[in-house]
């Protein structure tokens, strides 16, 4: 009787799924998913430091978005009151050029909030718009030889702003609030900060053993409209 040979069994290779290793795909999508999501809350601050730095300068709030929208990763809404296409042809006073500082300051404070959160974040093409629109209006406001002193004084004031303690609180609070939300009206921007502000007085008297402090209630009021 002839021998009936034995089937050759072969070894079945471990795939990615049997092994539990992860595939070279899989670790690539893993990777744009997390550049995605760090990209995602570096916006967020980016945007949150622009908010803080209107309520702050009493510019009332109309929207808040981390969602991309053309060329933009996110925005800020906000009534400034300030007419941009009469600046050209009108002689400002002090106190409207203070006003166009101020809005300066909140365009400068977006960059600001993301460099402290993560430096590495920030890319040269980051708020092109917003620098090309800051230095139109510092060309109606001021003379060639004084651009640069001015640039740099009101970058160190949104820099400034940023690092004070109640705002930078208000500003983590936002960036989570918008990452949650993606869009915020104005109201619900304001609320946060408004809550933020509460819980920053309430720990700081708590660090301080009760001692009495000034209520930030009493703190000049921040008007809107």
Do not use: C
Request: proline residues 4%; aromatic residues 8%; positive net charge.
């Amino acid at each position: 009787m002839r021998k009936m040979s034995k089937p050759v069994l072969k070894a079945k290779q471990p795939t990615s799924a049997d092994s539990g290793l992860i595939s070279p795909k899989q670790t690539n999508d893993m990777r744009v998913s997390s550049k995605a999501k760090s990209a995602l809350v570096a916006t967020a601050y980016h945007e949150a430091g622009h908010a803080v730095a209107d309520w702050r300068h009493r510019f009332k709030l109309k929207r808040a978005t981390i969602v991309p929208k053309g060329n933009t990763s996110g925005s800020v809404s906000s009534v400034t009151r300030l007419q941009f296409r009469t600046l050209e042809y009108s002689d400002p006073s002090g106190a409207t050029i203070g006003r166009y500082h101020e809005r300066i300051i909140s365009m400068l404070a977006g960059r600001a909030a993301q460099r402290r959160f993560k430096p590495r974040s920030i890319r040269s093409y980051h708020a092109s718009s917003d620098f090309q629109f800051m230095f139109e209006i510092l060309t109606f406001l001021h003379a060639p030889n004084e651009m640069n002193y001015v640039y740099k004084y009101l970058e160190t004031r949104a820099r400034n702003l940023v690092n004070l303690p109640q705002n930078w609180r208000m500003i983590q609070d936002l960036a989570k609030a918008l990452i949650e939300h993606r869009a915020m009206t104005g109201d619900q921007v304001e609320a946060t900060l408004r809550a933020s502000m509460d819980a920053h007085f309430r720990e700081s008297q708590e660090k301080q053993g009760g001692r009495k402090r000034v209520n930030p209630r009493r703190l000049p009021r921040i008007a809107f409209g």
